[in-house]
């Protein structure tokens, strides 16, 4: 695992936005594992610069997002679909029938979960996943006691995270109980894996995801069986780990993604 810390939430979400620009570039069909979240917001901008001052083409690539909210469909205002429709696929010109989300809406979701995987599996598995972490630790919907070996499955949301999101809804009652999410098995897969974290309030949850033991209680503590995973933060976000000064040695000794450079 590489940990990159950087002064303040504009140059992480700046610099996570880079690593995907440098994804695309090397590899324009590349398959990108997508996620929501307020803290995406930012990189899809990015993105979106980068796209209108005609630097990043997404006509070949391919989008697998992590979750969806059960029950929801892709017209509703809270539903991921429309989350991603109106951050980034809307602005930048990639196929929407490139653009892959489980269907929240679906008669049979077991099924279609497993109909996710198989998507994943025929675009040849995901070149580079990009996560945010909830407050209780979460990656994607995987809730506390998600097994490592999990794959995409309907989870029960926590009353934590419930909470955590109520805010976009109009009242708390409104979040949906369930949703479908990759599996913490399934995001494992993925060639590359890059996280991002901003503010203090994650402090906490980042420091015992990456230094603490790993645990199914803190699913994003997985990636620390990650090969490839690199975890972007800025100061506040990084402000509860040990090994900062290690964590900024090696970065100041490596140019920022060279160890992150798409094959
Ligand atoms: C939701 C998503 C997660 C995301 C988390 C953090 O729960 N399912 O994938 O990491 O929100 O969101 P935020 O960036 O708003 O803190």
Same mark, same amino acid.
């Given at each position: ?44 901008? &990015? ?37 991603? &429709? ?59 006691? *998600?097994?490592?070996? *999990? ?6 949301? *926590? ?105």
């Amino acid at each position: 695992m590489e940990c990159i810390i950087r002064p303040d939430a504009g140059a992480a979400m700046h610099l996570a936005a880079r690593i995907i620009e440098e994804q695309l570039r090397a590899r324009p069909d590349s398959v990108l594992g997508l996620a929501t979240g307020r803290t995406m917001e930012a990189v899809y901008a &990015n993105l979106a610069r980068l796209h209108r001052d005609g630097k990043l083409d997404f006509s070949k690539c391919r989008t697998f997002n992590l979750d969806e909210y059960a029950g929801l469909s892709g017209d509703d205002p809270h539903s991921y679909r429309h989350y991603m &429709n109106r951050h980034l696929f809307s602005k930048v010109n990639i196929d929407l029938r490139n653009t892959h989300l489980p269907d929240g809406t679906a008669e049979n979701l077991e099924a279609e979960c497993e109909k996710y995987e198989r998507l994943i599996a025929g675009c040849g598995g995901i070149d580079l996943q990009l996560l945010g972490i909830g407050r209780n630790g979460h990656m994607g919907f995987n809730e506390p006691l *998600s097994a490592f070996r *999990s794959r995409t499955r309907v989870k029960a949301l *926590s009353p934590a995270t419930r909470a955590q999101n109520a805010p976009q809804f109009s009242s708390p009652e409104k979040v949906p109980r369930r949703a479908i999410t990759m599996g913490i098995g399934t995001i494992l897969e993925a060639r590359r894996c890059l996280l991002l974290a901003t503010g203090a309030g994650k402090a906490e949850i980042v420091a015992r995801a990456i230094e603490g033991p790993m645990s199914a209680m803190i699913s994003a503590s997985a990636l620390q069986l990650h090969p490839r995973c690199v975890v972007v933060l800025d100061e506040a976000a990084a402000g509860k780990l040990n090994a900062t000064d290690y964590y900024r040695l090696i970065f100041e000794n490596e140019p920022e993604w060279k160890q992150f450079r798409a094959e």
